[in-house]
């Protein structure tokens, strides 16, 4: 340490350094900053949360300073105490981490699922020995895996209310349930639902309206919430209730007299929650959002060490008994009136889902309940028992709705759909039915799948045909483009009628496409073509591995595929424009169908980059070279985007004659180019691929040559239209550019041919099959082959097997921690295709995976094959030891690797020790320049 000169002063606190407070020079800056006391420096440290300069980034070090007396090597006594101590804390995490698990994890699914079957059970038999239910261990996991189910449900149903709050605090209720004043009736819906929101969450931002205008006016200073440093829920609830009362006594006395004026109303609940407020929970905005931010997740599970959660397990509890007495039961017992009443109980019985159909018969009863009692409460005027009614009709109606157009809507769709193309797999309704009686959820879940899956692309497809047509002509169709459409608005606002009759429209419409595009080609292919169906889906059970692994390989080509939309997207949609073209020309309607004016901006060039700058408006400034090229090409962006967004409004066109005659035609040549499109779409990619398929090498054990699986061939011929397709427009585009250019972009684009095929084939076919072979060398062979058998290994297996680990490694290692190969896999997966550096990508990533590789593979049968056989000359040995080496010398390197992690802690453990019992300081540790130099020279 060298002592400062006079005149130099400390960075912080502009002193200069003494003889008991020195001054250092801890980092590479200098001048008037250079020096610094330690104290300084470290209250410095300790407000930055930083360990390095900020200006020079040097990382400050200290040393440690032990006191004179401490031995060479500390005392056996010292080690085990300190050893004993550690081992106290960690069984006390982990029994307390154990409770946690146990609470969360145990107590609550299985109080849940108790309380759920004693409530359904139906006798009071069960509610007297619920107690004894509770302790009872019979069926306990799959008492507590339905318990998980139950909670999950109640948990959605909650956050589906507070967000269903959210939403009419925001939009507003219906028009029929709007009162003369506003802000009462957000206040009442709000802590009407919100009062729970508030207990759980806290983070919730349980404040309403009312709240925030409580507690300023109020002026009660904060109380302190009860429960020490977490704020109970309870106390949220307390205060939740509070408001809802202040309310409603507020309401009441706005009610008695109506003189008060509107800014008077901001004052009385504040004046009445000062008064309440000394009776217990306060509320206080304030007070609140620092418990929001005090209510981490950590602290809600329990996780930080503290037994508060145990408060909040309760309250969990308690709230999910509610919901489920609430949500489930009642409905369901009303539900099970109604049905009785009506006398439709065997047709609910048949349907395999009697629970379900049964609490939704519940809902709608109380739905309608709901309108009879609102109705009356609104000829008694009884204002606020009107109000709470018609929120809860808004409730059971939205929710009533949601199942409808989530879960009914596509369930029908997949049905249909799958009813429409029965004779495709030569399967009958029949079949069907005895599958559905074989497992009802499964087959049930899979249409439903389907459905939404249906739902989804119909929907996509008519946002692309908005962008092609004139706007309004699609005018039966709901524009999900439309920023102002919103959903959940709808079904809080429009009567059911509407509702109702939208979902009959929609599911016609759905309906009729599937009969256009499913059906009828099916009759004309099954008539034309007598040959060609029924698709082959059996699986051949025979060779199932085989399947297996060509299923992962096809998972992993089809899926990425389908996911890869843009390109199809913009064929689809030159297609649509070509059709439409030649519609409008051969009908005469140009003016009904496009509109008049140009769609796009740049007209001169015709329809081909009408059709691609919407699908890439990214690209497109990328291309621009210059500041003057990008501002237009901006322009042109926003227009696309504009574009992409959908014209919202309605355009007016030229009405030619006899128009509908002509809209008769559009019709009928929809529909007829629907079959046509569609049956070339069921044709074209299965002949292809079948006629591949054929020359396909068949890689089955058992050598059987049965049809192949109608999965593999459409997949096949898909792709094949799909590269020929990609081609043909790849060249079109480039073709017009002159001759020059498309020999240099060939040239580019075999060098990038070139340098890809190598690295693909280093990263995908070498590195996979060689992890393939070791996994299967030190993991399957073991297990499955007993050791009288000679293992036979299946080369392309392993290989298909290799992808999906090697996905599975990658994924994992750019989840885990820094090192040198997740950046390398970081850097390949940035730079693309294109940019590629082939020689980055060998010496960073293939050359040291593939190097581990090998050798892990080829080290123990160097050894099993040549090593052992010069000790061990007896057969059986050998043998059991070509078999046993891999995964023995797997168990080595764990075995390796834990005990130097072992060692490791056990050196920082005994660090610690020391620094616990003789660390008495530290001190800074100047920054020579000098030295260093010397240092790095020396070296
Ligand atoms: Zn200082
Ligand atoms: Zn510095």
Partial sequence: MEDSGSGDICRVCRSEGTVDRPLFHPCICTGSIKWIHQECLVQWMRYSHKEFCELCGHRFSFTPIYSPDMPRRLPIRDVAGGLLSSIATAVKYWLHYTIVAIAWLGIVPLTACRIYRCLFNGSVDSVLTLPLDMLSTENIGSDIFHGCFVVTCTLFAFIGLVWLREQILHGGGPDWLEPEQQGNAAGVGGNLQGGLAGGVGGAAGGDGDGGQQAAPAAGVPAQPAEGGGGVGLNAAFAAAQQQLHQHMQQLQQQQN??????????????????VDGLGGGDWNPLEWDRAAEELTWERLLGLDGSLVFLEHVFWVVSLNTLFILVFAFCPYHMGQLAVVAIGVKHLVNASHFQGLVTTLCGYCVIGICLVALHSLAALLSLVKSRRILGHCYVVVKVSLLSVVEIGVLPLVCGWWLDICSLSLFDATLKDREASFRLAPGTSMFIHWLVGMVYVYYFASFVLLLREVLRPGVLWFLRNLNDPDFSPIQE????????????????????????????????????????????????MQSEAQVNELSLELLLLQVILPALLEQSHTRAWLKALIRVWCVAVSYVLDIKSYLLGDTPPAGGGAA?????????????????????????????????HAMFQRGGPTGFQPYIRPRLFPLRLLCL?????????MVSLVALTVPVFLGRKVMVHYPQVTSSGSSGPVHELYTAACGTYICWVTARAVTFVLSWLPQGRRAV????????????????????????????????LELVV?????????????????????????????????????????????????YRDGLRNMHLKFVVMELALPVISTLSIALAVPYAIAHSVIPLFISNTFVQVVVARRIYPCVLLLVVLCGLITLQIRQFAKLYEHIKNDKYLVGRRLVNYHHKSTIHQSTAN
């Fill in 257 to 274: 007299n109506n003189l008060l004026e509107p800014i008077n109303e901001e004052v009385v609940p504040g004046g009445e929650g000062g």
């Fill in 491 to 538: 079904m809080i606002h429009l009567p059911i009628i509407r509702h109702i009759r939208r979902l009959v429209s929609s599911a016609m419409v759905f309906g009729s496409a599937v009969i256009l595009m499913l059906w009828l080609p099916i009759r004309i292919l099954r008539y034309m073509l007598p040959n060609f169906l029924p698709y082959v889906v059996a």
């Fill in 606 to 638: 015709g329809q081909q980059p009408a059709a691609a700058v919407p699908a890439a408006p990214l690209d497109e400034p990328l291309i621009g070279g210059g500041a003057g090229g990008r501002a237009v090409d901006l322009a042109a962006a926003h």
């Fill in 667 to 675: 019709v009928i040549l929809v529909c007829c180019s629907l079959v």
């Fill in 743 to 774: 020999t240099e972009m060939l040239y580019n684009w075999l060098l990038v041919a070139a340098k890809s095929f190598i690295a693909t084939f280093l990263l995908i076919v070498v590195i996979p099959f060689l992890s393939g072979l070791l």
């Fill in 780 to 828: 399957v062979m073991p297990l499955r082959v007993p050791l009288d058998q000679t293992p036979v290994l299946w080369l392309w297996q392993d290989w298909a097997l290799g992808v999906l680990y090697t996905k599975i490694v990658c994924a994992v290692t750019m989840m885990g921690p820094e090192w040198a190969l997740r950046h390398a896999i970081e850097r390949v």
